[in-house]
């Protein structure tokens, strides 16, 4: 099945720089690439997703982008706030639409 | 409003006494799925189910059931709760085509206790 690494486990940034989470799967054949940012307390929400035929797809300050052949994808956050602090998931769907997670990468936005 | 309802939100069971936490949207997806959630662990895919009477396994099945006897509607079964079983759940859903997964929607959580 599908396997999904994802580094770093925390990150911390200064307000106003950049913050980079990087994620690897293993199934060739996933063709999805979801991002989500889940708050404290909070459900997980859907930020920007990547399909496979597409090598990069950006929305204001995120943008996210997919290496096929080296099967890994990232998420690029500019100009950090405060209010991206939050545990952030990678996730690829495989061709059985069975939707695997990373273990999530920590941010905190340091003021 | 389009949402994903879980019921009850928390929810705390002596072991081996059967629960059941519901699910239901109201956004006509075809595509439903349970996870648990652990710390250090992410969110991990315990079944889904692509339409009505149809439901596969995801990594983590062992000791839970599902039923899709309506398509809005995706009830988690836990016959005999395990302490192991302590976590986080979400119910999610969305449309999906040969595209992927569209508008996936999680549910508010459902925080799991067992004594």
């Known amino acids: 099945g599908e396997n999904v690494e994802q580094h770093p486990s925390t990150l911390s940034v200064q307000e106003g720089d950049s913050a980079v989470i990087k994620c690897t799967y293993s199934?060739?054949?996933?063709?999805?690439f979801p991002w989500y940012k889940q708050e404290l307390g909070k459900r997980p929400q859907l930020i920007i997703d990547i399909r496979s035929n597409v090598g990069e797809k950006k929305d204001q300050r995120i943008a996210v982008t997919l290496n096929k052949t080296a099967k890994h994808f990232s998420l690029h956050i500019t100009e950090t706030q405060p209010e991206d602090s939050a545990v952030y998931f990678c996730?690829?769907?495989?061709?059985?639409?069975?939707?695997?997670f990373g273990a999530g990468t920590t941010v905190t936005v340091r003021a | 409003e389009a949402q994903v309802t879980q019921n009850p939100r928390y929810l705390i069971t002596v072991t081996g006494k059967k629960l059941t936490v519901t699910c239901s949207q109201n956004m006509n997806h075809e595509y439903m799925s349970w996870y648990r959630q652990d710390p250090g662990l992410g969110l991990r895919q315990i079944y889904y189910s692509m339409n009505v009477e149809v439901t596969d396994k995801g990594d983590v099945p062992e000791g839970y059931k599902v039923s899709r006897k309506e398509k809005r509607n995706f009830p988690l079964i836990l016959e005999s709760p395990s302490p192991n079983q302590i976590s986080l759940y979400f119910c999610?859903?969305?449309?999906?085509?040969?595209?992927?997964?569209?508008?996936?929607?999680f549910g508010s959580g459902t925080r799991l206790t067992v004594v």
């Open positions: 996730a690829a769907l495989g061709p059985s639409l069975k939707l695997s």
């Open positions: 199934d060739s054949a996933s063709n999805y």
């Open positions: 999610a859903s969305s449309t999906y085509s040969d595209r992927g997964l569209d508008g996936y929607t």
